[in-house]
């Protein structure tokens, strides 16, 4: 285990609703970070956070809302999802945004039907 | 544009052989390089990681060359294991980048007993 965990692990959702994925680290990062991964692409970045601020938003649509209440949880309410939306959602933390490893969650897996 | 990719997407190794993955990059600004192992239905792993100002770094068992003058970055496995079957991926992170990480597209490695 990596010390970050998410829930839930899988989750189905039609292009109408309204869920939210959790992201919780135990291992006291200051910085917390949302990543797409898609079949055959890259892993991409989507936000970061450093000390509860949102520091990187990497021109994510607006049906991606994230909230990071404090050091040790992220969330990313998801609204309006398209198919093509479908992935597996990975947060990771690391000790600041210096050039520090990052520890990543087993992902939620998400289908948008 | 810049980039950062993998030469090949599969790699099939015999069970103690060794295993070299290899990674370009395209940014010279980039100071910070990572080497994460992904194995199925978990997230991202990390391996090993290395500094502008160095040209190798050793670990466990692998080891992570980078050539600046060719942006070239590689990462060595010896003596490979049925447990190194995993996608591997490169990253790399730029100078002052706020340790927004570039990713790679993958090299699944396949070890065969």
């Known amino acids: 285990e990596t010390g970050v965990t998410q829930t839930p692990r899988h989750l189905v959702m039609g292009m109408t609703n309204k869920k939210s994925l959790k992201c919780e680290q135990h291992?006291?990062?200051?910085?917390m970070y949302w990543y797409k991964q898609s079949a055959k692409k890259p892993l991409e970045l989507m936000f970061v956070?450093?000390?509860?601020?949102?520091?990187e938003n990497n021109s994510v649509p607006s049906r991606f809302s994230p909230e990071c209440p404090n050091s040790s949880h992220l969330f990313l309410h998801l609204h309006t999802l398209q198919p093509e939306d479908s992935a597996l959602y990975l947060c990771?933390?690391?000790?600041?945004?210096?050039?520090?490893?990052?520890?990543f969650g087993p992902g939620t897996r998400l289908t948008v039907t | 544009g810049e980039s950062v990719g993998l030469h090949l997407p599969t790699l099939s190794v015999q069970e103690g052989d060794n295993s070299i993955i290899n990674c370009a990059y395209s940014?010279?600004?980039?100071?910070?390089f990572i080497w994460y192992k992904q194995e199925s239905g978990k997230g991202p792993q990390f391996i090993i990681d290395?500094?502008?100002?160095?040209d190798k770094r050793q670990g466990q068992r692998v080891t992570v060359l980078l050539n600046k003058t060719v942006k070239h970055l590689s990462l060595q496995i010896a003596a490979t294991q049925p447990g190194d079957s995993a996608v591997y991926f490169c990253?790399?992170?730029?100078?002052?980048?706020?340790?927004?990480?570039?990713f790679g597209t993958g090299t699944q490695l396949k070890v065969e007993l």
């Open positions: 990253a790399e992170n730029r100078e002052g980048g706020g340790n927004k990480l570039t």
């Open positions: 291992l006291g990062h200051n910085a």
């Open positions: 956070y450093n000390f509860k601020e949102q520091t």
């Open positions: 990771a933390s690391s000790q600041g945004t210096g050039d520090y490893e990052q520890y």
């Open positions: 290395i500094r502008s100002n160095m």
């Open positions: 940014n010279s600004a980039s100071d910070y």
